[in-house]
């Protein structure tokens, strides 16, 4: 994988899904380290560029054994942190050449450096389906949004549960879009809220518009209304 560890039982994980920065800014990418020998693991980081193949960066265990490779040495540095369990990447003098993910053990975090503003999810679009009288398609469409980097999930009634999410698609100029589906059954989720959320870097909180807290039973009345109306 992405880092060699000393003891097989520590968990590293990125809290963020992406991060923007301006172009010659020093910025840090934490990786945390569930881990009672923080100070004897080592860390290994490594970078995913669009036309490049895994690029090895560095190992890191203290000040006195690390290595970095040479491509990255003059402006790549590592710095573990104890009180907050970390081990942080920090990049000086940002390049748009360092846009890329960067990846610690199996997570990774999208680092974008080609647009300095970010871009909340300017529409979440709400459909619905009925296959038979059974069961049931849910549909979110979510556009506008910068950069890429998104999270889609469903919560019905609360609870986390399956649902389908295509890859993310360019819309016109910068910004993107992307389609997730959920299946519901009459039985499971009568008179039960859905919800289409996102996770972005745009917004501190998970966006989870109150427009799509409907239930089936209201669904169900609504879009069997607009088929009349169609008919």
Known sequence: MCVSLSDGSVALSQPRLSLTSKLNKTVQIPCIIDSKTLNTDFVHWYRKSADKKLQWILYFQNQQKKEIDSAFKARFFVEKVEQTKSCNLI??????????????????????????????????????????????????????FYPDVIKVYWKPDGEQSKWETDPVEKENGETSYVISRFNVTQLQWKNSKVICGVQHESSKDNIEPSCFCMTIRFCMSYFYFLFDLIK
Do not use: H, N
């Open 91 to 144: 990049i000086l003098d940002t390049r748009e050449a360092d846009t890329g993910v960067y990846y610690c053990w199996g997570e990774g975090m999208d680092r974008t450096l080609q647009k300095p503003v970010t871009s909340l999810p300017s529409e979440m679009t709400f459909q619905f389906w009925a296959f038979v009288d059974t069961e049931f398609l849910l549909v979110c469409l979510i556009t506008g």
